[in-house]
């Protein structure tokens, strides 16, 4: 069993900045990929970044490529999402979940999930 714990969410005007965090406890998630998606009112979950723990090969979505980072810190067992010049369609729930195998975007392959962190970006 592996726990996640997601934080750093807020509320931040359009062009800023916040760091997102995903406390990871339980068995060992050194051969677990880790995810980043959200999910906005009335919309689908959507694939944000992965990344792979061991490598750190990451993958992201178009629309956050060059404006947000995943990245992981094994020795607290902790995943992190960078996001830079946020927009207002950035607003959702955001997620931290892991799986077992290879990093893929379809949420559905993920076994773990946390509770989810707020972002909000006014305009």
């Known amino acids: 069993q592996v726990q996640l714990v997601e934080s750093g969410g807020g509320l931040v005007q359009a062009g800023g900045s916040l760091r997102l965090s995903c406390a990871a406890s339980?068995?060992?998630?050194?051969?677990?990929?880790m995810g980043w998606f959200r999910q906005a009112p009335g919309k689908e979950r959507e694939f944000v970044a992965a990344i792979r723990w061991s490598g750190g090969s990451t993958t992201y979505a178009d629309s956050v490529k060059g404006r947000f980072t995943i990245s992981r810190d094994n020795a607290k067992n902790t995943v992190y999402l960078q996001m830079n010049s946020l927009k207002p369609e950035d607003t959702a729930v955001y997620y931290c979940?892991?799986?077992?195998?290879?990093?893929?975007?379809?949420?559905?392959?993920?076994?773990?999930w946390g509770q989810g962190t707020q972002v909000t970006v006014s305009s």
């Open positions: 339980g068995r060992t998630v050194g051969s677990y990929a």
């Open positions: 979940a892991a799986r077992g195998g290879p990093a893929t975007s379809w949420w559905g392959a993920y076994e773990y």
